[in-house]
């Protein structure tokens, strides 16, 4: 069940985190896998991984808030695969502050990567999916889409645009075979997390990994293995009545 044979998927934000368990799934379970990421040497990790498990793969470096760098990385795909089948545009970066206190160099990095990122990438795929018949796009949302989280103004915005892309995507296109969805967890546990609380919160990061982890009901962070797996859903054949949705994977947080 849920397998991926025959589909091509890009996959950006590849080189670690919640990107590279997608990345690392969709390899097993038959997916030939672009692993796109800022960094070509955290792609080509993930590459190397996907092709010990026997599973076709290419990294491929990206800048998904540059679109000189997405035409690049698309044209490689279509060089490499001949196809796109699926994108999961996971790429994303963080931010802590309030209206008050984020300044226009965070807002417009924020916005460049989370928000414009999703769009130029999606916006790229979309002609050879249209070509093809059809494809998926699944995008990383959150559940600061959906709910109102303290000090995240920033990120909080750019997450709610892509609610929004997500659901006009859907919409716009369902037409030509092509659905759009999107994830929303709460907190996963990633490297991303552990550098973001040595960063933040210098000597109290036992403390506010802890803070953290409670603020989900049942009581701990998720895993990029659990993302992963509602991603491999959601992309796979089984969830083909599926579109324009988003999905929460909150460890309970939307039940309070």
Same mark, same amino acid.
């Given at each position: 069940?849920? /397998?991926?044979?025959?589909? =091509? &998927?890009?996959?950006?934000?590849? *080189?670690?985190?919640?990107?590279?368990?997608?990345?690392?799934?969709? !390899?097993?379970?038959?997916?030939?896998?672009?692993?796109?990421?800022?960094?070509?040497? &955290?792609?080509?990790?993930?590459? /190397?991984?996907?092709?010990?498990? *026997?599973?076709?793969?290419?990294?491929?470096?990206?800048?998904?808030?540059?679109?000189?760098? =997405?035409?690049?990385?698309? /044209?490689?795909?279509?060089?490499? #695969? !001949?196809?796109?089948?699926?994108?999961?545009?996971?790429?994303?970066?963080?931010?802590?502050?309030?209206? %008050?206190?984020?300044?226009?160099?965070? @807002?417009?990095?924020?916005? /460049?990567?989370?928000?414009? *990122?999703? @769009?130029?990438? %999606?916006?790229?795929?979309?002609?050879?999916?249209?070509?093809?018949?059809?494809?998926?796009?699944?995008?990383? &949302?959150?559940?600061?889409?959906?709910?109102?989280?303290?000090?995240? #103004?920033?990120?909080?915005?750019?997450?709610?645009?892509?609610?929004?892309?997500?659901?006009?995507?859907?919409?716009?296109?369902? !037409?030509?075979?092509?659905?759009?969805?999107?994830?929303?967890?709460?907190?996963?546990?990633?490297?991303?997390?552990?550098?973001?609380?040595?960063?933040?919160?210098?000597?109290?990061?036992?403390?506010?990994?802890?803070?953290?982890?409670?603020?989900?009901?049942?009581?701990?962070?998720?895993?990029?293995?659990?993302?992963?797996?509602?991603?491999?859903?959601?992309?796979?054949? %089984?969830?083909? @009545?599926?579109?324009?949705?988003?999905?929460?994977?909150? *460890?309970?947080?939307?039940?309070?």
């Amino acid at each position: 069940m849920f /397998r991926l044979d025959g589909k =091509v &998927a890009v996959v950006t934000g590849a *080189g670690s985190g919640i990107g590279k368990s997608i990345a690392l799934l969709f !390899g097993r379970q038959g997916a030939r896998v672009a692993a796109l990421d800022i960094s070509l040497e &955290a792609a080509e990790s993930t590459a /190397r991984e996907l092709k010990a498990l *026997g599973a076709v793969a290419q990294a491929i470096p990206c800048d998904v808030g540059d679109r000189a760098s =997405v035409l690049c990385a698309f /044209r490689q795909v279509a060089a490499e #695969f !001949g196809a796109l089948d699926i994108l999961v545009n996971n790429a994303g970066i963080a931010h802590v502050g309030t209206l %008050a206190d984020t300044s226009e160099e965070d @807002f417009e990095r924020l916005h /460049r990567v989370n928000t414009k *990122g999703v @769009f130029l990438c %999606a916006q790229a795929a979309l002609p050879t999916m249209i070509a093809a018949g059809g494809g998926v796009i699944l995008n990383m &949302a959150s559940i600061a889409s959906l709910i109102g989280i303290e000090a995240r #103004f920033a990120y909080s915005m750019t997450k709610g645009a892509v609610l929004s892309m997500t659901r006009s995507i859907a919409v716009d296109f369902v !037409g030509q075979k092509i659905r759009c969805n999107c994830i929303c967890p709460a907190r996963v546990h990633t490297p991303f997390v552990d550098g973001f609380l040595a960063k933040n919160y210098p000597g109290r990061e036992r403390e506010m990994f802890e803070k953290l982890s409670a603020y989900q009901p049942v009581g701990r962070m998720g895993t990029p293995e659990e993302v992963a797996q509602l991603a491999l859903y959601l992309c796979s054949d %089984a969830a083909s @009545f599926i579109t324009g949705g988003a999905f929460p994977i909150d *460890g309970g947080v939307l039940m309070k």
